[in-house]
């Protein structure tokens, strides 16, 4: 079945600094896959997605492309600010009309003025 | 896109008693979801509740402990029954609009069963 991996954290950082977020995923096909953001206290949001390999999303100052030959979507932000304090979670849906979505784990992510 | 309410955001709660959350979608949707997020864990389906059928339970999830209703395309219920602290968790009534099938979710109900 579908599953997806993500880098554990907390993740630590100053603000400013350059952020990765590992995503690498499973999955028959050509699944979409997305970032989604739950900021504390609040329901998750869609951050962004990418439908097809070598797409990129992008939203917010946050990246992510589409890898199908390392089956990954690695999010990046080039200069993190205080307000990105906040879980991230990777996820993916199968492809063809709507499929379940399936979460990883979520990423905690801090930044610190 | 979609925007969704959920009414408690959140309540503490007996053990033994039963909750009932509402949810309500600022449009007509087909396809809405129930979650469950337990403290530090990801996201758990707990069932989808299309308009017009009966909910379907993933494995895990029982109607009986689970009761949930859909009487139109944009509300719909979920109880959570005879309540244990293994119940504390967040849930979070969600939705898919139709093409391009993006999945929008409400800002949860934190629940604590004491």
């Keep these: ?113 | 896109s979609a925007v969704i309410s959920q009414k408690p955001s959140r309540d503490i709660c007996q053990r033994g008693t039963s909750l009932t959350i509402q949810c309500q979608v600022d449009s007509q949707v087909t396809m809405m979801f129930w979650y469950r997020q337990q403290p530090g864990q990801s996201l758990t389906l707990i069932a989808t509740a299309n308009q017009g059928s009966e909910a379907t339970y993933e494995s895990g999830f029982v109607i009986d402990k689970f009761p949930i209703s859909r009487p139109n395309l944009t509300f719909s219920t979920l109880t959570v029954s005879n309540m244990s602290p293994e119940d504390s968790s967040i849930y979070l009534c969600s939705v898919v609009l139709d093409r391009p099938y993006e999945q929008y979710f409400g800002p949860g109900t934190r629940l604590t069963v004491t």
């Design chain 1, 1 to 113: 079945g579908n599953s997806v991996t993500q880098m554990e954290g907390p993740v630590t950082l100053s603000e400013e600094a350059f952020l990765t977020i590992n995503c690498t995923y499973t999955a028959t096909g050509y699944p979409s896959l997305f970032w989604y953001v739950q900021y504390p206290g609040e329901g998750l949001q869609l951050l962004l997605k990418a439908t097809k390999a070598d797409d990129k999303g992008s939203n917010k100052g946050f990246e992510a492309t589409y890898r199908k030959e390392t089956t990954s979507f690695h999010l990046e932000k080039g200069s993190v600010q205080v307000s990105d304090s906040a879980v991230y979670f990777c996820a993916l849906s199968g492809s063809g009309g709507y499929q379940k979505v399936t979460f990883g784990t979520g990423t905690k992510l801090q930044v610190i003025p």
